[in-house]
């Protein structure tokens, strides 16, 4: 039988319980921390597997810095370009937000996990900006607090690998 990503996340140590202020500015009394369990190239691996197998695009993207390496992997395993979307401008070097080609293009948005799906959204919206077609938000981990309808406002279908309740009721 193969394991569940919720099932992998949870052996690899991802989720850690305690008093943590989130990215959203939320308080929880848990954290996701799947940027330190995909630095396991198998679970890595895995889940680029997971997205590129679920999802038809010509790009995948995924903003810095959590999400870069989940859109490496997707592009790895689907054989396809990967974007790169910075949090803002660079003062030096090659101007623009994007890294890589996207207009015109069917982008697949990966990210680490969701909350209010505020980085996300942000991504979406450059992705947008540039003449990209957003088909879907995939995520590894969804909180389940709101980032689906908040998508869902936006024209956007968010795609869980996991969900917390998944993660929590192992």
Same mark, same amino acid.
């Given at each position: 039988m193969?394991a ?11 989720i ?46 995924g903003?810095?810095v959590?999400?870069?390496? =989940?859109?490496v ?12 979307i ?5 003062a ?16 697949? =948005? ?10 996300? =959204? ?17 995520v ?7 980032a689906t ?7 956007l279908?968010?795609?869980?690998l ?7 009721? =192992?």
């Open positions: 193969v569940s990503i919720a099932s992998l996340l949870k052996d690899h140590g991802a850690e319980f305690g008093d943590f202020v989130l990215a959203s500015g939320a308080r929880s009394t848990y954290y996701l921390d799947i940027k330190t369990a995909i630095t396991d190239p198998a679970l890595l691996g895995r889940i680029g597997r997971e997205f590129a197998g679920r999802f038809t695009f010509d790009v995948v993207a903003v810095a959590g999400a870069v390496p =989940l859109a992997a997707t592009s790895l395993a689907a054989g396809k370009p990967y974007a790169i910075r949090k803002e401008e660079k030096h070097g090659k101007s623009g937000v994007i890294i890589g080609d996207v207009k015109g293009k069917a982008v697949l =948005l990966v990210e680490d996990v969701t909350t209010s799906g505020g980085s996300a =959204l942000y991504g979406a919206r450059v992705l947008r900006d540039a003449g990209a077609e957003v088909v879907a938000v995939g590894v981990v969804d909180r389940e607090s709101g309808e908040v998508f869902a406002g936006e024209g279908f968010l795609i869980p996991a969900t917390v309740s998944e993660i929590m009721n =192992l």
